[in-house]
């Protein structure tokens, strides 16, 4: 068992007692942002503060923050629709609650980086679907997703496809933990950044060798599962 004890901070914004554990169990990091309260949730600054003071871990913190913008940011359908998707920001994500692909992975960036963590955005394309070497259905600037940096280790989060999935004019909540920390061996077989050092490979892999390779999915994640965008 473990206990979570909320405090108050010098300036009033709610923290959380230190937890210490295993390195590799999400469960009560998960457990933690679940139970964020509301009040902390209006500004980056006091939603990073709660989210991630609590772990000493850079990976827990991280987790933290995966979990909740994966649980609490619904897929803008609409806007996605429209194919207008000027003013996506951390911001209006956090306010709105909601985004496409550009204020998923913003949100991520500022609330990580709140925390003293080594993140960035990653624009390029990315496919989900079932392909075939050789398919060329592939748009090069259609997504975004974060390069997290962890004891000089680059992996990769992608917490659009983390939130769940489209299906018409429909977002459906479905909570996907094999985005979160993906390697780039594997992360390349589906995402291909524009700036080819974001693929943190040696050499990196051109367009045309991308479309020649099959595509290959984390485990358990459905076809339904991919959400593309631009912001």
């Not at 000027?86 to 609650?97: H, P």
């Not at 955005?121 to 392909?131: E, F, H, I, L, S």
Request: proline residues 6%.
């Amino acid at each position: 068992m473990w206990n979570r004890s909320a405090t108050e901070s010098v300036d009033g914004s709610r923290s959380a007692a230190p937890i210490t554990f295993s390195e590799t169990d999400f469960q009560q990091v998960d457990a933690h942002a679940a139970h964020t309260p509301f009040e902390v949730t209006y500004n980056i600054a006091s939603l990073s503060d709660y989210l991630t003071s609590p772990f000493t871990s850079d990976s827990h913190k991280l987790r933290a923050i995966y979990f909740w913008v994966t649980h609490n940011i619904s897929y803008d359908v609409q806007l996605h629709q429209s194919g207008v998707y000027g003013g996506q920001s951390a911001g209006s994500a956090l306010r709105d609650r909601r985004a496409v692909c550009a204020g998923y992975a913003d949100l991520f960036t500022d609330l990580a980086r709140k925390a003293g963590l080594d993140v960035r955005t990653v624009y390029g394309g990315a496919r989900g679907g079932p392909t075939r070497p050789g398919d060329t259905f592939f748009e090069p600037s259609s997504h975004a997703w974060n390069v997290v940096r962890i004891r000089s280790q680059y992996l990769f989060v992608d917490s659009t496809w983390g939130a769940g999935h489209i299906s018409g004019p429909t977002f459906t909540w479905q909570f996907e933990p094999h985005w979160f920390l993906v390697r780039p061996k594997h992360m390349i077989y589906s995402h291909f950044p524009m700036s080819p050092q974001d693929q943190y490979l040696s050499p990196p892999l051109d367009e045309q060798h991308f479309l020649d390779v099959p595509h290959v999915k984390p485990r358990a994640v459905d076809d339904h599962h991919v959400l593309d965008c631009v912001g």
